[in-house]
């Protein structure tokens, strides 16, 4: 038993004596340093520096100009940059992939401009007040065929105008109006009553206004508002409205102011170097009727006017002896105007072909009054070849020489 007891006590006292030996000395674990990233801070796991926030400005082509105007934003911002937002013309905020950006402008103003970039250090925004001043487009050295509209007494009115290539803004520039017939349209009768080539070649405007429509057409009315018009547009009003507008564009010359018209435009040019004497130089009715029973009393003009009148005497819409009560026949008319102008009393006559001419000259100012007299002549815009001249011509012509 003491045996047994003896044993048992010496392998407890082994075993704490291999234990103890066995977790004797001293352990060390080796720990690496890694890099600690701030939450917040910008900085490089591998370098440990800060990035930057980027710094917007840029620079502009121009400063502004006429529109339409195409104007260059490029940004000189520094920093890294990942995305640029312009804002050019008030409007929203356009994203440009790259620093460069091009901007077309289309309407008169002043504008502001906003840059702002965005990168991985932050964003940064920079406004230049006040850089882009954009001016309307100035119309007065456009050439050729121009529509236009001006508004007046309530009306969108309507007018072709054709620039002479050679138009100059530094020298006044005479004007011709040529008024289309009633159920007319300024479109097609621009290539009824061309004048565009002779324009170009002598140097004037040509301008095409467009009558509204009355009834079953487009008319002009002749008398004064509260007169016998056919509707209510007051067309006397709108024709000194519209060289008014012309004239605050282009350099006019107001002592050439020159109309013609067919039929109902030839009424209506009639009215004009009544009612609107100051502003009328000269006339060339074609195919209508002075829409005066008594001139003397209803037309006064303001000063002496040469008037080329071209009729026919088979003219069925506008009779050459006039309508009774309403407009005075041709002969009439052209006596009035001669003796208006204190001119010759009597006419030198030349014939060509079926066409009389009947020149009624030595007037005040050098004024004259001449009818062209198609015998057997309809109603037309006429085709016809006199002295070599065609009839556009003949009118420039007779337009030239007052």
Same mark, same amino acid.
């Given at each position: 038993?003491?045996?047994?007891?003896?044993?048992?006590? &010496?392998?407890? $006292?082994?075993?704490?004596?291999?234990?103890?030996?066995?977790?004797?000395?001293?352990?060390?674990?080796? =720990?690496?340093?890694?890099?600690?990233?701030?939450?917040?801070?910008?900085?490089?796991?591998?370098?440990?520096?800060?990035?930057?926030?980027?710094?917007?400005?840029?620079?502009?082509?121009?400063?502004?100009?006429?529109?339409?105007?195409?104007?260059?934003?490029?940004?000189?911002?520094?920093?890294?940059?990942?995305?640029?937002?312009?804002?050019?013309?008030?409007?929203?905020?356009?994203?440009? $992939?790259?620093?460069?950006?091009?901007?077309?402008?289309? #309407?008169?103003?002043?504008?502001?401009?906003?840059?702002?970039?965005?990168?991985?250090?932050?964003?940064?925004?920079?406004?230049?007040?006040?850089?882009?001043?954009?001016?309307?487009?100035?119309?007065?050295?456009?050439?050729?065929?121009?529509?236009?509209?001006?508004?007046?007494?309530?009306?969108?009115?309507?007018?072709?105008?054709?620039?002479?290539?050679?138009?100059?803004? #530094?020298?006044?520039?005479?004007?011709?109006?040529?008024?289309?017939?009633?159920?007319?349209? *300024?479109?097609?009768?621009?290539?009824?009553?061309?004048?565009?080539? $002779?324009?170009?070649? &002598? *140097?004037?405007?040509?301008?095409?206004?467009?009558?509204?429509? %009355?009834?079953?057409?487009?008319?002009?009315?002749?008398?004064?508002?509260?007169?016998?018009?056919? %509707?209510?547009?007051?067309?006397?009003?709108?024709?000194?409205?519209? $060289?008014?507008?012309?004239?605050?564009?282009?350099?006019?010359?107001?002592?050439?102011?020159?109309?013609?018209?067919?039929?109902?435009?030839?009424?209506?040019?009639?009215?004009?170097? %009544?009612?609107?004497?100051?502003?009328?130089?000269?006339?060339?009715? =074609?195919?209508?009727?002075?829409?005066?029973?008594?001139?003397?009393?209803?037309?006064?003009?303001?000063?002496?006017?040469?008037?080329?009148?071209?009729?026919?005497?088979?003219?069925?819409?506008?009779?050459? *002896?006039?309508?009774?009560?309403?407009?005075?026949?041709?002969?009439?008319?052209?006596?009035?105007?001669?003796?208006?102008?204190?001119?010759?009393?009597?006419?030198? =006559?030349?014939?060509?072909? *079926?066409?009389?001419?009947?020149?009624?000259?030595?007037?005040?100012?050098?004024?004259?009054?001449?009818?062209?007299?198609?015998?057997?002549?309809?109603?037309?815009?006429?085709?016809?070849?006199?002295?070599?001249?065609?009839?556009?011509?003949?009118?420039?012509?007779?337009?030239?020489?007052?």
């Amino acid at each position: 038993m003491k045996l047994g007891k003896f044993l048992t006590k &010496f392998i407890i $006292l082994l075993f704490i004596a291999i234990t103890i030996s066995c977790s004797g000395g001293s352990s060390t674990q080796s =720990v690496e340093d890694v890099g600690d990233d701030t939450p917040g801070d910008n900085t490089g796991g591998d370098s440990g520096g800060i990035i930057p926030e980027p710094v917007a400005s840029f620079t502009i082509s121009s400063n502004g100009g006429e529109a339409p105007i195409d104007i260059t934003f490029t940004s000189t911002s520094t920093g890294e940059v990942n995305s640029w937002f312009w804002n050019v013309d008030d409007d929203t905020d356009i994203e440009s $992939l790259y620093h460069s950006f091009t901007h077309s402008y289309e #309407n008169e103003g002043t504008y502001d401009v906003t840059l702002t970039v965005v990168g991985p250090g932050g964003q940064d925004v920079y406004t230049e007040s006040d850089a882009i001043s954009i001016t309307e487009a100035d119309t007065s050295t456009e050439t050729g065929l121009l529509s236009k509209t001006m508004s007046y007494d309530d009306e969108t009115r309507e007018y072709l105008m054709y620039i002479p290539t050679r138009y100059d803004p #530094n020298s006044s520039t005479p004007i011709l109006f040529a008024f289309h017939g009633f159920g007319g349209y *300024n479109q097609y009768f621009i290539n009824t009553a061309d004048f565009r080539a $002779l324009a170009d070649q &002598f *140097n004037f405007i040509a301008v095409y206004p467009q009558g509204l429509v %009355c009834g079953d057409g487009t008319t002009w009315n002749t008398n004064p508002p509260g007169g016998d018009n056919k %509707c209510s547009q007051d067309d006397i009003g709108f024709f000194a409205a519209l $060289l008014s507008e012309i004239s605050a564009n282009y350099n006019i010359d107001s002592s050439k102011v020159f109309l013609t018209g067919y039929s109902n435009g030839a009424d209506f040019s009639y009215s004009m170097a %009544c009612y609107q004497s100051s502003l009328v130089t000269a006339i060339a009715p =074609v195919s209508g009727l002075m829409p005066m029973v008594d001139a003397s009393s209803e037309c006064q003009p303001s000063h002496a006017t040469s008037v080329l009148i071209s009729n026919g005497t088979n003219d069925g819409s506008r009779p050459y *002896n006039g309508i009774d009560g309403y407009m005075m026949g041709v002969d009439q008319a052209v006596a009035y105007w001669s003796q208006y102008n204190n001119a010759d009393g009597s006419p030198e =006559v030349i014939t060509e072909g *079926n066409v009389e001419r009947h020149l009624y000259a030595n007037g005040d100012n050098d004024t004259e009054a001449i009818l062209l007299k198609v015998v057997n002549g309809g109603h037309y815009w006429f085709d016809m070849t006199l002295g070599g001249l065609s009839f556009e011509q003949i009118i420039w012509q007779f337009f030239s020489n007052n």
